[in-house]
Nanobody, 125 residues
C-alpha cells in the first residue's frame, strides 16, 4: 500500500488547511486511517482516526473542535480539514493505514502498517 499526503503549507494563525491522503495498491476500505504529526524535537503524536466505514472517529484533545477527518472509500482518500490553526500545530503530518482494524480504531502509531511521506504544516503567529 502506498500513501501520498498533500496539502500542507505555510499559513498564519487562525487560517485553515485541508490535508489529503490518497492510497494505492491495497483495499482502502479495509483499513482504518489515521493522521499523526511530528513537531521538531518531539515524538510523533496522534491527531485523528477514522474507521473503515467512517462510522467511528476519534480526535486528539489538542485538535478536537478544530479538525475534521473524513474519507471517501470510492476515491481511496482520507482528508483532514484543519481550522483555526495555531502555531503549536506546526509539524509534519502523516497519514497512515491500519490493516488490522476490523475490531479497533487505534490511536497508537505502532498499530499502523503503512505510512505516507508526510506533508509540512507551518503556522506562523
Amino acid at each position: 500500500v502506498q500513501l501520498q499526503a498533500s496539502g500542507g503549507g505555510l499559513v498564519q494563525a487562525g487560517d485553515s488547511l485541508r490535508l489529503s491522503c490518497v492510497a494505492s495498491g491495497g483495499t482502502f476500505s479495509s483499513y482504518a486511517m489515521g493522521w499523526f504529526r511530528q513537531a521538531p524535537g518531539k515524538e510523533r503524536e496522534f491527531v485523528a482516526v477514522i474507521s473503515r466505514s467512517g462510522g467511528s472517529i476519534y480526535y486528539a484533545a489538542s485538535v478536537k473542535g478544530r479538525v475534521t477527518i473524513s474519507r471517501d472509500n470510492a476515491g481511496n482518500t482520507v482528508d483532514l480539514q484543519m481550522n483555526s490553526l495555531k502555531p503549536e500545530d506546526t509539524a509534519v503530518y502523516y497519514c497512515a493505514a491500519d490493516a488490522d482494524s476490523r475490531w479497533r480504531t487505534s490511536q497508537m502509531d505502532r498499530d499502523y502498517d503503512y505510512w505516507g511521506q508526510g506533508t509540512q504544516v507551518t503556522v506562523s503567529s
